[in-house]
């Protein structure tokens, strides 16, 4: 039977395992089809185990059969992203599972890309010594993909301390491809533009008049990219539009009909998803292997962009669901400020979201709403400060995110201003601007943490505790997630 070799570091002695319990596990593979600059990377995913001690699962990665250099210690989310891998090498993958003091056994091992003589090992028992210490390689950490709260594991009905192997299934390939916005063939009137970082970007220049309609004329972006492998893919945007009247493209794939693209609204350089106008829905396109176009045309003027993803990944950007009530996350909501009375928040159909989502309503900004964790209580965040949510209003709202940092309690609190508000040592103004008050679906991205320190330098986020609103309106895909 193999044995472990354990990695450098702090060891423990494993408990004999005494109980094995099966679960299924599925294996994805994302290898990024990408200029040099952009590194290859593989994403694992899998069921969660029934244990009630787990702490979590560990991927193992290595050039070659049972012989593992690095190690990625991970929660208890059941995906994980092993990158900076060097394009065209083999990697051989087992996971394990872990809890206080042991390990599982590794999984029967995986190899990305493929290789036709498949390798047959026995799966390994507990022996030897190995880390139980998290692992720091390059700070990597797995956020959760959904609901408020990941469930509790189950309970090991043997009552004691062992942990179940993963089982990889089959290998499936996922593409990822990059583009650098600038590379396109552009048309004029877009021009391209400079980061703070010296990354070049494109954008519709300002002062421009909007271009109401596709077919009207505009500057095009044209790009060429090429796929090997068939599937579902959906369309991705690092951009900068922090205006909610410059935040729009046009965009089309092979030639078919144009959609528009509201950009998120943003404080600073994010990856946002490509969506259809103010449905929220994904553009997702089933591509063949082969060439393919993609055509972004200018709407309004002022929108950046700086670089394009196009992934058959499910999740390339993982984050933390609290309110999603089409997505089966309807959020726990509760009214703190129920004066006066007649305040409610419930779920809604709205027409252009094409679905279930959560209608705020009280008295102007008298009332307040605050979504909570599992139990209304806090949500304990403490590894994901970037807030996205996406609503609806007409009249005066404040939107706030609660924070526990450095110097203790802060609320940042976003509202239909034009630019920033005075605020105080405990709370922090941010405007949105006006135009966010029209009555239609806008979708917001913000760095709390570039927020807290435009206002308050040296102060850090230690955890994010919740999100609540004053104002009647709609609310829907409140989530946080990590910096991207």
Not at 159 to 166: E, I, W
Not at 338 to 356: I, L, M, N, T, Y
Request: proline content about 7%; hydrophobic content about 35%; aromatic content about 10%.
């Amino acid at each position: 039977m193999a044995e472990r070799t354990p990695l450098p570091g702090p060891t423990t002695k494993f408990r004999r395992i005494r109980r094995l319990a099966t679960f299924l596990v599925a294996l994805t593979a994302a290898l990024s089809i990408a200029p040099d600059v952009f590194p290859a990377s593989v994403t694992l995913s899998w069921n969660p185990v029934s244990f009630k001690n787990l702490r979590g699962y560990r991927i193992y990665c290595g050039t070659s059969h049972r012989n593992y250099s690095r190690r990625v210690t991970l929660g208890k989310a059941t995906s994980g992203t092993v990158t900076n891998l060097v394009k065209g090498k083999t990697y051989y993958f087992a996971v394990t599972s872990y809890a206080a003091g042991v390990e599982s056994g590794f999984s029967r091992e995986v190899v990305f890309p493929p290789i036709e003589a498949p390798i047959h090992d026995t799966r390994v028992q507990n022996s030897g010594d190995a880390s139980d210490t998290p692992a720091s390689d390059g700070g990597f950490e797995l956020q959760v993909l959904s609901g408020t709260d990941p469930p509790a594991p189950g309970v090991n009905d043997a009552g004691g301390d062992s942990v179940a192997a993963p089982d990889f299934g089959s290998i499936q390939p996922h593409e990822s491809v990059y583009l650098e916005a600038e590379a396109g063939a552009l048309e004029v009137p877009l021009e391209t533009g400079m980061t703070m970082s010296g990354t070049g970007f494109i954008r519709v220049p300002v002062g421009l008049e909007p271009v109401s309609a596709p077919l009207r004329e505009g500057g095009t972006a044209t790009y060429a990219f090429t796929v090997t492998t068939a599937g579902d893919y959906t369309f991705w945007g690092r951009e900068y539009c922090p205006y909610s009247t410059r935040n729009s493209f046009f965009v089309s794939v092979d030639s078919g009909p144009f959609l528009t693209w509201n950009t998120a609204i943003v404080n600073g350089w994010l990856w946002d998803q490509v969506r259809d106008g103010s449905s929220g829905v994904p553009l997702k396109l089933r591509l063949g292997a082969g060439d393919h176009t993609l055509r972004i045309k200018q709407k309004e003027d002022g929108t950046r962009l700086d670089k394009i993803l196009i992934t058959s990944a499910p999740q390339p950007f993982p984050s933390t669901l609290y309110c999603a009530v089409s997505r089966g996350v309807p959020g726990r909501w509760s009214i703190t400020d129920p004066d006066p009375p007649g305040a409610k928040a419930v779920s809604v159909f709205d027409d252009e979201r094409g679905g279930p989502v959560t209608e705020l309503s009280g008295s102007e900004t008298a009332n307040a709403f605050r979504l909570g964790g599992r139990d209304l209580d806090d949500w304990h965040n403490a590894r994901q400060f970037v807030l996205e949510w996406s609503m609806k209003f007409s009249e005066d709202y404040v939107v706030s995110v609660h924070l526990q940092t450095t110097d203790g309690y802060r609320e940042i609190r976003y509202k239909p201003l034009m630019g920033n508000g005075p605020g105080d040592d405990r709370t922090i103004d941010c405007g949105l601007g006006p135009g966010t008050l029209d009555g239609d679906w806008h979708t917001f991205a913000r760095h709390l943490q570039k927020d807290l320190s435009r206002a308050q330098p040296g102060v850090k986020i230690l955890e994010v505790n919740g999100f609540s609103v004053r104002g009647s309106g709609r609310i829907d895909n409140v989530k946080l997630g990590a910096d991207r």
